[in-house]
Each structure stands twice: as structure tokens, then as C-alpha cells.
């Protein structure tokens, strides 16, 4: 039976083309029925997920082939998800590594590759975009072996099978030469990728991922790594500390398709879904009842960064969202932290107010951006950088950056992250463009994704991940421009709005609601503003012939909930609610921030 089971992981840089190519594996083994719709990019069914086009949460899915059960995992591109990524790995034999036909291997992609090797799992290289124009399928295919040869990947490991195609028009092939489909890639599984170890003896079966049901609670996923599970049987759940607790297995499931299906029992080698035990954490062994052995304990890395969480105290309280007290915010926090391996939550003194610490700024606002759609109303801190003491020397957490640009702005873009301390390692041209590697402290990374935006008119592509914490680096200088706070509440007046353009850019339009301490705009000049924005228009008998004052206003600055993030300073927060992000002060009346900057010194 073991032989018949492939298990395999699709790891690539975000967007070039994993989740797509997913679907086409489906389809291809007609998991959906001739007439039955099923979209695109099935796998990313979180509305997050969709609408960024990355994919956050490793999901598996199963197919048959040539009587062949091959268990497919998508992972996470994003090195946020770092987390996700190692403890999925060790559910596969084999990783296909997909690589865009343009622009070659990314950092990101090195990072969980280099995972992949360390785990000993065999390779398949598959060239996608080939149909892109001006792409360079054989000069990727050697710098993909320049990578895993600096990765020191085994003698084995380095003769890796390539395909070419493109996932969007469904072929694929063992060379540049289009054929009708992607079966001489699935071939190509079946014949590289290793059956699992079928291992003889008692039950091993490490918990690498969880699922959620409302119904069932958490449902515990990885792979049988030894001996059989069954529906019914009394079984040891092992800790990390030795201490072992027994549990009976209520239900038993395998992955069939994109769902689930019932199973009596699952032997090793396949992944499953185990129902009935609870109280465990990722990397817990669940194994035989009578004679509990554990399987080596999975590190996961540490958070980078910290952010406070708190209730939305602006005037505005409670007339977006459903849940707005602190028990509201606890409680959907104690909820993450079951599901979401790298987040941590810690109580601060201030009772409404927890601070949540996570892998960046992105992990982060994936979390603010899913409470939000829930329903929640909460106010959010700038993110801070967590800080160590190694051998008694301040250290702070160094990222590697890429940034690919074109050449005349490339002396723009090293300026830019030199400022922030960052040291450049790696400068190297190809058709037009830069390519520029740093190494930088994470804090540094705060706000440079929209300086570099602006200074290389949108064409720098960034891309970073976390390296390794290494002395403290001295201050980086923060946002250089001040910001402008309404003075009073009300509704913002085109009159008023109109008066003010030279003094800056507005978040605002006329129309909107304001309170006394919200930010509304950007200040020309790098101190703040206090300005009345809701001031309507005297009229007098003599009605002014001509135009109306609202037509000649710039539109405002529209920002996402990540650029609000970078944006904001330490005095600075953002209220989130389900319909509107805004920026505000913490102490909203102006003699409240005075009293507080001069107790600051």
C-alpha cells in the first residue's frame, strides 16, 4: 500500500505562479466534475488571500494519479510565514520549486529552499512563464544551480529534474517545447519524488498543522511518519518536556480532493487529520498509548516584532464595529494564538491594552486586517522592534534586502537604505536593471517601502527576510515631514480643506468625519499643525459669480493599512475599524501631547 503514496510541497517566491499551478494539478486529475464550477486560484479561499494574490496559510489537497495518491501542500512565499513553511516541510519527501522564467530564484525562495535541503528532500525545478516575454528559461535553470550549489546541496540533490511551461495555459514539459498538458510533470512526480518510509513499529505521527472546526474544535494534521493510527484507539500525546497525557481518537480523516474524507485508519507515510485530542501544540508526537515515543521537537523562529493592541478609545467608539471591548480583543487573540505558531500576546499594564508580537509588519496587519473584516473596532501602536541581550551587547534583529531597479535610479534606492543603515553586499546588472542585496536592521525596513516607491516612480521591486540578530546599530532617523491635526469634531468643509492646500497633503476629503487629535493630513514642513478643517463659508448678500472652491482640491492620499503602519511615529496610532483606518494622536488634545512632551524632556 505505502508505495502508492507521493507526498510533495510546492514552495516558490510569492507570485510566480504556485497557487495557479495547484489548481491546474486539480483539474488535471479531475477532481471537479466536467460541469462543476470551481474558479481560479482555489486554494487561496481566504478574501485576504485572494485580494493580495499571496497565499498565508499552507493548505493541503489531494489528488490521484495513475493509481498513485499524491498529497500536495502549498506553502507560503512570503518570509513572514516563515513559520508555516519549516513545520509543512516536514510533512513532504519531495519539493517542486517553482521559479518565475523572467526573473529567476528570489531571496525569499532561498530561504525555504534552503529549509528543503537541510531536510533531505528531493528536488524538481519547474520553469514557469516561459510564455512571458523577454524571459530567460535557461539562464534561470543555471542560476537555480548556482543556488543550490551555494546552499551545499547534495551531489544528488544538484541533479535535479527541470520542466518548463506555464501554468497559466496548462502545459508542461520535461523540455522548452509546448505540449497539450501538465501530465509529464505529474509523471515526473511519480518517477522522482520517493515513496514515504514505510517504518515498522509503534505509532509516531508528528502534529505539523492544525485545522479548526466549529464543530469538532481543533483538529490536529501531519504525517504518519511510523506504525498505523486508528478510529477508536487509545493513544499517548507527548510534550516537549517528556510528560505524556492519553487521549482516545474519536474521528479519523485523509485528504481526498480539496476536502476531507473519513478513514478508519491511516498507515505511515500518509497525512491525516486526527479528531478528539486537545491540549496539544504544534510539534507534539502523538504516539503509541503503551510504550509514548517522541519524535525531535521542531524549532520555530522567534518574533521580530512587537505592536500594542488595544480597544478604540477615539469619539468614534463603537459606531462601525460589533466587538469593541477589551474582553472582545483577549478573546479573539487567545483564539489566534491557537492557530497562528509565530504570533505571541502579553498583557501590559494598561488593562484594555495587550501587546502582540509577530514575524513583521506583515504577519501583523494579515492579523488587524482579519479582525477588522470580523467585525472588531481596535486601536494599534507603531510597531516596535524587539530587542536582545546576547554576551551582555544590545542586539537587534538584521534583515537580508533585495531590490531590483531599474539603472537610473539605482544610486537613488542605495542612498536611500544606505541612510537607514543599511551595508551593500551584492550590486549586479542585468537588461536595464539593478540588482542590489543589503543587509539592514529591521528597523530600518519601517517606512522604506514608501520613501523607495516615491524616489524610483514606482518601478523598485523589494523583497527581505529575516537574517540573524547582530549588535545595535545607533538611531535611524524616523519620518522627516510633520503631520496636520484637526482641531475640533465635525464634518471637514470643502471652504476649509481649500484654504489649507499649501500647507500640506490631506488623508481627507471634504465630507468626512473628524475629531479634535485626528490626523488629517501630511505637513509640508517637519513640525505639526493644528488646523480647523470643519469651518463652513460665511455668506453675504453679495453671492460671488465664478467657480466653487471644491473643484480646485487634490485628492487625497489613499493608504493601506500596512503604509499606515510604517507611517505613523511612537506618539502616533491608527483606529482600525471594519469600514475606516484612520490616523490619530495618542492623546488627542493639544495640551495633553504639550504636557506629555515636556514630561519626556
Known sequence: MQQNIRNIAIIAHVDHGKTTLVDKILHSTNVFRENQESGELIMDNNDIERERGITIFSKNASVEYKGVKINVIDTPGHADFGGE???????????????????????????????????????????????????????????????????????????????????????????????????????????????????????????????????????????????????????????????????????????????????????????????????FQIGDTIADAENPEALPVMHIDEPTMNMSFGINNSPFFGKDGKFVTSRHLVDRLTDELERNLALRVEPTEDSNTQLVYGRGIMHLSVLIETMRREGYELTVGQPQVIFKEIDGVKCEPYETLVIDVPDNYASKAIDLVTQRKGDLLVMEAK???????????????????????????????????????????????????????????????????????????????????????????????????????????????????????????????EMTLEECMEYIQADECIEVTPNYIRLRKIHLKETDRKRYEKSMG
Open 85 to 279: 513553511v519549516e513545520r509543512v516541510l516536514k510533512m513532504a519527501d519531495g519539493v517542486i520549486l517553482l521559479v518565475d522564467a523572467f526573473e529567476g530564484p528570489m531571496p525569499q525562495t532561498r530561504f525555504v529552499l534552503s529549509k528543503a535541503l537541510e531536510l533531505g528532500l528531493k528536488p524538481l525545478v519547474v520553469i514557469n512563464k516561459v510564455d512571458k516575454e523577454n524571459c530567460r528559461p535557461d539562464e534561470v535553470h543555471d542560476k537555480v544551480f548556482e543556488l543550490f550549489f551555494n546552499l551545499d546541496a547534495t551531489e544528488e540533490q544538484l541533479d535535479f529534474p527541470a520542466f518548463y511551461g506555464s501554468s497559466k495555459q496548462g502545459w508542461f514539459n520535461t523540455e522548452n517545447v509546448r505540449t497539450e498538458d501538465i501530465l509529464p510533470l505529474m509523471d515526473g512526480i511519480l518517477e522522482h519524488v520517493p515513496a514515504p518510509e514505510a517504518k515498522e513499529g509503534d505509532l509516531q505521527m508528528q502534529i505539523t498543522s492544525l485545522d479548526y472546526s466549529k464543530f469538532l474544535g481543533r483538529i490536529a494534521v501531519g504525517k504518519v511518519s511510523r506504525g498505523v493510527i486508528k478510529e477508536g484507539d487509545w493513544v499517548a500525546l507527548t510534550k516537549p518536556d517528556g510528560t505524556f497525557k492519553k487521549h482516545k481518537i474519536k474521528e479519523l480523516y485523509t485528504f481526498a480532493g480539496l476536502g476531507k474524507v473519513k478513514a478508519t485508519e491511516v498507515k505511515a507515510g500518509d497525512i491525516c487529520a486526527v479528531v478528539g485530542i486537545d491540549g
Open 431 to 557: 537588461e536595464g536593471m539593478q540588482h542590489l542585496e543589503f543587509e539592514i536592521p529591521s528597523r530600518g525596513l519601517i517606512g522604506l517601502r514608501s520613501l523607495m516607491l516615491t524616489n524610483t516612480a514606482g518601478e523598485a521591486v523589494m523583497a527581505h527576510n529575516f537574517l540573524e540578530y547582530k549588535p545595535f546599530k545607533g538611531a535611524i532617523a524616523g519620518r522627516s515631514a510633520g503631520v496636520i491635526i484637526s482641531k475640533d469634531q465635525g464634518v471637514a468643509t470643502p471652504y476649509s480643506i481649500d484654504k489649507l492646500q499649501d500647507r500640506g497633503k490631506f488623508f481627507i476629503e471634504p465630507g468626512e468625519e473628524v475629531y479634535e487629535g485626528m490626523i488629517v493630513g501630511e505637513h509640508s514642513r517637519n513640525n505639526d499643525l493644528v488646523v480647523n478643517v470643519i469651518e463652513a463659508k460665511k455668506l453675504n448678500n453679495i453671492r460671488a459669480a465664478g467657480k466653487d472652491d471644491s473643484s480646485s482640491i487634490a485628492p487625497k492620499i
